[in-house]
């Protein structure tokens, strides 16, 4: 596993981060079929599904970018609550679970999460989520909406830069929250419950109220939920394996939101949202492996050596925005502030006690404990003021500024008793960005159309440095600024032969802005031996793809082959030893194909197969992390897929039901680069793994049964196996989560 997706609960580990079903599963290429599970021979109808990846709306089907649409509702009522699970049924995308609640990546397209900036941008509505900067673990961070009031999530595959911004290399997602109520009250209420196999019961309840204040006028939506979930990592002994403690790694979350909108008038509406998400959790899931040669746990089953801590992650997000239609042209204003902090304390006595008490002169054992005490996070303004016109002519256009401030601190304390300088360390950080965006489309005819954009942005990041104690010394450092200036583009042409058939073509780019960077001083000579500056990384995109569906709407499909070039990537390398920040010297190419194909033999029956193959090399030779010419990213499997099957029939004249399951694949992959000096390359294994379940409704009322990873199966999702000498590693890794079966209940009014 490569280090920019592995975070320990250890003080190596934090001192390192110094040097982190396509579509809706009735949907495939661009629609859902509407149908009567009454009648198998009913004709099926496509339905329009209107998304707004290009910032405005437009069918799916229409749009010319690879992007599905996802209901989570579908999805939670299989047992598939978090973004993780239900991304790894869509095609073209990957997640990776690094063990800590809360924390993952997402990577698309051959583009890997390289370094601590995120190149998988995310957004709520019109706020991005994302961090801009290194040195707040924004690239594992990862902000999961799908338990609150979302409409539908849009995953846009491929560069984004042009009308996304900074760190939308590999591809974005948009979590579309739903409209309060505007004419009837709306409530529903939810609850889950789930067992799995030698771990603890978890328990989701969701609720949400929708109220029209003024029919037409004023409307407010309040949410939240409750999910308490199960352990399943034993804490052992270190030094006998015997057990110390049973599932230790369970997380309670806590999540609100409240959402108004208000239209005085038909051309102007006003919305305002505030959305908070708590997670509190002791220890992370990372299992202790055998060593290098093995993907069992070192003392059986699923077991840590890790001490519980009190370790948490908290969001806060709210925004305003105003919209305003005049005669041909909408004018939207969105104002938002994101804030995220995690932290927490870890027990290092056993690690560091005996390093204190000698370098100090005490006895053995004068130390009673060594804690690491760390805070992180991130807080960021966005102001983003667009315009977007109607078709004019043969014309549309959208032209719209960005400005943010980001301001993100990093404070690592290692406290002991009685008293040690071990380490304590700050590197606070700001980033401020100044952002011009358009785009035009020009229709040649109803059939075919050309649209071009450019976004031109200028960033500035200053990074200040103060440590002291033993592990690092002391040091107080402030970078010079580090001004920067990007140009993105993207060019794309539509060709729609036939209502039911969709031709596109299209070039973008991405990037991932320049960076102040964290010195490595040679402690013989007091020379920096890490480059000062993080240069920016470009990618570019070239895809081709048809999203269709047959005349009756029996067979649908959406494809799509790419190819992406990208220069002088972000990376983590190494010098000395350490780990900080720096580029490829050349960097990479990848290609691929992804497919999402929807079959409907009768109206009743759904088979939906997606299928992804994505080849994402090095051009050269990078000895600053180890890699070697034509050598295959980490991390990224060449091949993956998923199929879904769905059954429906009739109760009762008023209860229906549904019967399905899931195969999900992934691929193998190497876990680190081949020539690495701080971890062991080891091949994860492919992975194969089914999910199960069966449900009724009547409209109103909604019951289900699940299983997820229905066989039990044994695999491990990611590993890091890092070089402690002499042929010796720390080896750890996350597996699947083992079988879990649940139920759940739904009530709309």
């Known amino acids: 596993m490569q280090q920019s997706i592995f975070r320990k609960n250890s003080l190596l580990n934090a001192v390192s981060t110094i040097g982190i079903a396509a579509g809706m599963l009735g949907m495939g290429a661009g629609g859902a079929l509407a149908q009567d599970s009454a009648d198998q021979d009913t004709e099926m109808v496509l339905e329009e599904i209107i998304v707004t990846a290009g910032r405005r709306e437009q069918s799916l089907q229409d749009v010319p970018a690879a992007v599905s649409a996802i209901d989570p509702g579908d999805f939670a009522a299989k047992g598939l609550k978090q973004v993780g699970e239900i991304l790894n049924y869509t095609t073209g995308v990957k997640y990776t679970d690094i063990g800590t609640k809360g924390f993952g990546n997402i990577s698309a397209r051959g583009v890997p999460q390289s370094s601590s900036m995120p190149v998988f941008g995310v957004y709520l509505d019109d706020t991005p989520i994302s961090s801009n900067t290194t040195f707040s673990g924004g690239s594992t961070v990862m902000f999961d909406a799908m338990l609150m009031d979302i409409e539908r999530v849009e995953v846009i595959k491929g560069p984004q830069g042009t009308l996304y911004g900074a760190t939308s290399v590999g591809g974005m997602m948009r979590y579309i929250s739903r409209d309060p109520a505007m004419e009837e009250l709306r409530v529903s209420a939810g609850a889950d419950i789930a067992t799995t196999k030698d771990g603890e019961i978890s328990q989701v309840y969701n609720g949400r109220v929708s109220v029209p204040l003024i029919k037409d006028k004023l409307g407010v939506t309040v949410s939240g939920f409750w999910q308490d979930i199960g352990g399943y990592v034993d804490q052992v002994d270190p030094a006998t394996g015997a057990l110390v403690e049973e599932d230790v790694d369970g997380s309670e979350n806590i999540g609100y939101a409240a959402d108004l909108l208000f239209t005085p008038t038909d051309a102007l509406s006003i919305r305002l949202k505030y959305m908070k998400q708590e997670t509190d959790y002791g220890v992370d899931s990372l299992v202790q492996l055998a060593g290098i040669t093995s993907d069992e746990a070192m003392f059986g089953g699923y077991t840590t050596v890790a001490e519980p801590g009190e370790n948490y992650l908290n969001y806060e997000i709210m925004s305003g925005s105003i919209n305003y239609e005049f005669d041909s042209v909408t004018l939207t204003s969105t104002s938002s502030r994101v804030e995220y902090k995690y932290g927490g304390v870890s027990d290092l006595t056993a690690a560091y006690g005996p390093v204190v008490d000698f370098y100090d ?301 899931g195969v999900r694949y992934t691929g193998s992959f190497m876990s680190s680069y081949g020539a690495s000096t701080s971890t062991y390359p080891v091949e994860v294994d492919a992975r194969t793994l089914v999910d199960a379940n069966l449900s009724f409704t009547n409209g109103n009322v909604s019951v289900g049964l699940y299983a997820t990873n229905l066989f039990n199966t044994r695999s491990l999702q990611v590993r890091g196996d890092d070089i402690l000498g002499g042929g010796t590693s720390d080896s750890t890794g996350v597996f699947e989560r083992p079988r879990t079966i649940g139920a759940n209940l739904r009530v709309d009014f």
């Open 361 to 661: 002169g005490r006895e053995p054992g004068t130390t009673t404990s060594v804690l690491l005490d760390l805070l992180a996070g991130s807080e960021k303004f966005v102001q983003e003021v667009r315009l977007t016109s109607e078709r004019m002519g043969n014309f549309e256009w959208i032209a719209g500024l960005y400005y943010t401030d980001e301001s993100t601190v990093n404070n690592q304390d290692v406290i002991s008793t009685p008293s040690f300088d071990l380490l304590t360390i700050a590197f606070p950080s700001d980033y401020k960005e100044f952002a011009g965006f358009g785009d035009v489309t020009y229709y040649f005819n109803e059939k075919f159309d050309v649209t071009a954009g450019a976004r031109l942005s200028k960033s500035e990041t200053t990074l200040a440095y103060i440590s002291s104690g033993l592990l690092l010394g002391t040091a107080d450092f402030e970078s010079e600024p580090v001004k920067d200036t990007v140009d993105t583009y993207l060019f794309s042409a539509r060709y729609r032969p036939t209502d039911n058939l969709s031709l596109y073509t299209r070039v973008a780019s991405g990037y991932r802005p320049a960076s102040a960077n964290l010195p490595i001083i040679d402690p013989a000579t007091g020379d920096n031996l890490a480059p000062p500056v993080i240069e920016p990384d470009n990618a570019w995109s070239y895809e081709v793809g048809a999203k269709g569906a047959t005349e009756d709407g029996m067979f649908k499909y959406d494809v799509a082959l790419w190819k992406i070039d990208w220069a002088n990537f972000q990376a983590f390398t190494s010098f000395s030893g350490l780990n900080t920040g720096g580029n490829a010297n050349e960097g990479l190419s990848a290609h691929g194909f992804e497919g999402s194909f929807t079959l409907r033999p009768v109206s009743a029956l759904s088979l939906i197969a997606n299928v992804t193959y994505s080849k994402s090399e090095l051009n050269a030779d990078e000895p600053g992390f180890g890699g070697s010419e034509g050598e295959q990213i980490p991390d990224l499997p060449k091949w993956a897929g998923s199929f879904q099957a769905d059954y429906m029939f009739d109760l009762t004249d008023s209860w229906s039901g549904n019967a399905g399951f």
